[in-house]
């Protein structure tokens, strides 16, 4: 934690290290209606709030490693990303691991509202504040968690250590008293791209 919580520093974790193999296409290059490729809409969303963000990606993914720098992302890479998410997730836990907690954002869900992912990150610096170091934060729709969600620094040696396809859902199913979620009335932390009829 550091001494002076009002200057914690929070990163973004953007994970697009997956294949998509669903959509048929590389979906995260795909273009949302005004253009803009899948996974540069979830940056910008993620970066509004986070504008100190990492994307974690697989190495063959040059084109977009490109498009997420030019956006202001540090690009990190993970040759055992393709292992599943928990990889990816650990990989940019390590490349941050001075950070006073992260929130982890998915690149193939670019319609989250921008302030929802400010309620997370206030969120996280009024645990700083208060000193709740495993605190985990999460946006909620009625009942049903979304996403980004933030995680404090306690949890760092955890997340550095993810594997598998799980990701960060074993935390939160081990240990739901540390989570606490934000009422919002925002249907994007629940919308993901899988087909292209999710674009609709």
Do not use: N
Not at 105 to 110: G, N, V
Not at 169 to 178: F, S, T, W
């Amino acid at each position: 934690m550091p001494a002076d919580p009002a200057r914690a520093r929070f990163v973004g974790l953007l994970l697009a290290a997956g294949y998509g193999r669903r959509f048929g296409t590389d979906k995260l290059m795909y273009p949302l209606a005004d253009g803009t490729p899948v996974a540069v809409g979830a940056a910008r969303v993620l970066r509004a709030a986070c504008p100190d963000s990492i994307a974690v990606l697989r190495p063959d993914q040059t084109a977009l490693a490109k498009r997420l720098a030019g956006e202001g992302l540090r690009v990190v890479t993970s040759a055992v990303s393709t292992l599943g998410m928990g990889h990816s997730l650990a990989a940019g836990v390590r490349a941050s691991a001075d950070a006073a907690g992260w929130i982890v954002a998915l690149a193939d869900m670019p319609f989250i509202a921008p302030a929802t992912v400010r309620q997370v990150a206030d969120a996280l610096r009024d645990a700083a504040r208060t000193g709740h170091a495993q605190a985990i934060v999460a946006p909620a729709l009625g009942s049903v968690r979304g996403h980004p969600v933030g995680f404090m620094t306690g949890w760092r040696d955890a997340l550095s250590t993810l594997q598998g396809d799980a990701g960060a859902g074993r935390i939160l199913k081990a240990h739901p008293e540390y989570l606490r979620l934000l009422a919002v009335d925002d249907a994007g932390i629940l919308r993901d791209i899988d087909i292209p009829g999710d674009l609709g």
